[in-house]
């Protein structure tokens, strides 16, 4: 109860945020592929995650992969598109 009261959500919700925030950061940073990446966020399987990555962040992990793409910038270094985590 006071979990809820404090975070205004289960403590379920809040690991699965928690897990799904991981996510973003290796899809951001890795090359791992996205089975990978649920089973190192404790998913079940790579559905679990795509469907629980989609209702959070109203797109796929290929989708949010593809969104963020380096660009190359200036003498063969490397930048992201954007920061998923500052958005």
Avoid: V
């Amino acid at each position: 109860r006071a979990f809820d009261a404090d975070l205004k959500t289960s403590p379920a919700a809040f690991w699965r945020m928690i897990r799904l925030q991981q996510g973003c950061e290796l899809l951001y940073g890795s090359r791992h592929t996205i089975t990978e990446i649920a089973y190192e966020t404790g998913f079940s399987d790579t559905a679990h995650l795509c469907s629980s990555f989609k209702k959070q962040y109203g797109m796929t992990p290929q989708e949010f992969r593809r969104s963020r793409r380096p660009t190359h910038e200036g003498a063969g270094r490397l930048a992201w598109s954007s920061n998923p985590l500052e958005e």
